[in-house]
């Protein structure tokens, strides 16, 4: 069991090895080097797939810009989306009576325990196979 095991996560480990050395178009992001502290300010982004293949450097800079003011606008959105959520689930409980907060209360732990055993249920198993 061990044996097949060790062979297994052997086996696994030389194809990433194998992966990593191949680099596939698109997927990978090329290392530039930068020369100037000015260049290395500039914003950063990244490319979707085979674009960088397609594109040109002044097009790549106003694509990491683009990413740059729309990121603003969508960690703003996020950030609404959260105080909405929070809102609406202040408003939820705020309908339960007392009774009910606690037997919540109970529930939410109860359910936090099981989880917990089955974790650490799950990793024990997993412990003693490993050492077969």
């Known amino acids: 069991m061990v044996q097949r095991l060790l062979s ?23 290392a530039e080097k930068t020369t100037s502290k000015k260049e290395r300010d500039k914003a950063k982004g990244y490319l979707p797939p085979f674009y960088r293949d397609v594109i040109d450097g002044v097009q790549k800079e106003k694509i990491y810009q683009l990413q740059s003011e729309y990121d603003v606008k969508i960690d703003a959105l996020t950030a609404q989306i959260k105080q909405l959520r929070d809102e609406r689930d202040a408003a939820i409980n705020s ?9 919540l209360g109970e529930l939410n732990d ?23």
């Open 8 to 30: 297994i996560t052997l086996g696994g480990c030389l194809l990433l090895i194998a992966v990593g050395a191949f680099e596939l178009p698109g997927y990978a992001q090329e």
């Open 110 to 132: 109860a359910a936090r325990s099981k989880k917990a055993a089955d974790i650490k249920a799950k990793l024990s198993t997993k412990s003693s196979d490993a050492s077969q």
């Open 95 to 103: 309908l339960l009576t007392p009774e009910q907060k606690k037997r």
